[in-house]
């Protein structure tokens, strides 16, 4: 049973002390300076024991910093350069401000601050995003565990995120940048303009993923650079898993590349001059910006290939869901999110195919038509 009694310290300070047992039989205790404040205190504790949600006071002092490491070594199915990604937003943003806190003792006015902080030290909405999903993951984790009642990441004002600017280039535009790229990676920004596929995905494949005849690309895993390393590993999601088909006069632009630059003993359609993997960084400052300022100029991304195959594909009027399978995303949802004001034009020339079965010249002529149905309805005629 609960119960309070007065406590005398040495000092002459009194203080009232609650007293209760858990769940499990263990004797717990708690000071207040108030006997209201432990009454109070302990119909808390009685309510949380009824209800199954009772949390050991004593699991709430471990430093989120130590929890963390439990936690994430528990997050499965992350890529490796998910990992280093999270790894690295955890250590330069989350545990400098909250490592040394118990995880108990984080609030919601304390994750706001840390939020409103990064805000004011300059750092892009997405970035702040991304540092507080973590963070909210690991305190999740912890009430899961019941180490806490509840995750203070509930309510948060985070910072809006504003589209990137993209950009789209015509098919003229993608040859004139095509011609100026070095010969050997010709094929590749070609391939990428008219597959929408990404970077790691192109240079990840090889000759068995491949399939010239059926005109096909099997997009089976991508390849990333993590701290320094490259490493092979599965596509982005589930529906990342695709195979893409190439335009008619495609393959034949990729077999001429790979008979100017065969495949190395890996197998791969796309490499660097040394004849191994491309890596993406190197690549990005050594052949990517100088083509793009020689060409079509600054800002170019690589990943605006993918951009620029979606919009030529609904210039050409492709279905959102032939378009989302091509890119490799789940759900139509997310094509109409991010281009659909490219289908604006579209839908007026949809609006214009609409013929009524009378003269539309004709306007006298449907108000007959609509009085002539209406009369015939009160049996007038």
């Known amino acids: 049973m609960a119960s309070i009694r007065r406590v005398v310290h040495r000092t002459g300070r009194m203080s009232w002390q609650a007293r209760w047992r858990d769940p499990a039989g263990a004797q717990h205790s708690k000071n207040f300076p108030r006997r209201i404040d432990a009454e109070r205190f302990l119909t808390t504790v009685e309510a949380r024991k009824l209800a199954g949600t009772y949390i050991d006071p004593r699991a709430g002092r471990i430093r989120l910093g130590d929890f963390t490491e ?17 790894e690295s937003y955890l250590r330069s943003l989350v545990l400098p401000t909250f490592a ?4 108990g003792a984080i609030g919601l006015f304390d994750v706001q601050d840390w939020v409103s902080d990064l805000d004011a030290d300059g750092y892009a909405p997405a970035t702040i995003r991304k540092a507080y999903q973590l963070l909210s993951r690991v305190l999740n984790d912890a009430a899961k565990g019941g180490l806490i009642a ?31 790229i070095a010969p050997r990676y010709r094929a590749l920004v070609v391939t990428a303009a008219y597959t929408g596929c990404r970077i790691g995905e192109l240079i990840a494949l090889d000759t068995d993923r491949y399939q010239p005849q059926k005109r096909i690309l099997r997009i089976e895993r991508s390849l990333a650079e993590v701290r320094g390393h490259l ?35 890996d197998g791969l359609l796309f490499t660097a001059p040394e004849g191994g993997p491309i890596r993406r960084n190197a690549f990005r400052a050594r052949v990517w910006l100088p083509a793009v300022d020689d060409s079509v100029g600054q800002p170019m991304r690589f990943h605006d290939l993918r951009h620029s195959h979606v919009a030529l594909l609904i210039a050409e009027g492709a279905h959102p869901a032939v378009i989302a ?48 149905h209406r009369d015939q309805g009160r049996g007038l005629t």
């Not at 936690?71 to 350069?81: F, P």
């Not at 596509?235 to 065969?262: C, E, F, G, N």
């Open 150 to 180: 509840a995750s203070p990441c509930q309510d948060v004002d985070l910072p809006k995120i504003e589209q990137t600017e993209k950009r789209f280039l015509s098919p003229d535009e993608i040859t004139r940048l095509a011609g100026t």
């Open 231 to 265: 490493r092979f590993g599965q596509p982005k999601t589930a529906a990342a898993r695709r195979a893409v088909t190439l335009p008619t006069w495609l393959p034949q632009i990729i077999d001429q590349h790979l008979t100017d630059y065969p495949p190395g003993p």
């Open 100 to 103: 040394d806190m118990p995880i």
């Open 325 to 372: 399978s091509r890119l490799g995303h789940t759900s139509v949802k997310t094509v109409l999110d991010v281009y659909g004001h490219l289908y604006e034009g579209l839908d007026r020339n949809a609006a214009d195919t609409l013929q009524p079965p009378w003269d539309p010249s004709d306007v006298v002529a449907l108000w007959s038509l609509r009085n002539r």
């Open 70 to 86: 439990q936690a994430t070594a528990g997050w499965v199915n992350r890529r490796d350069s998910t990992k280093a990604r999270d």
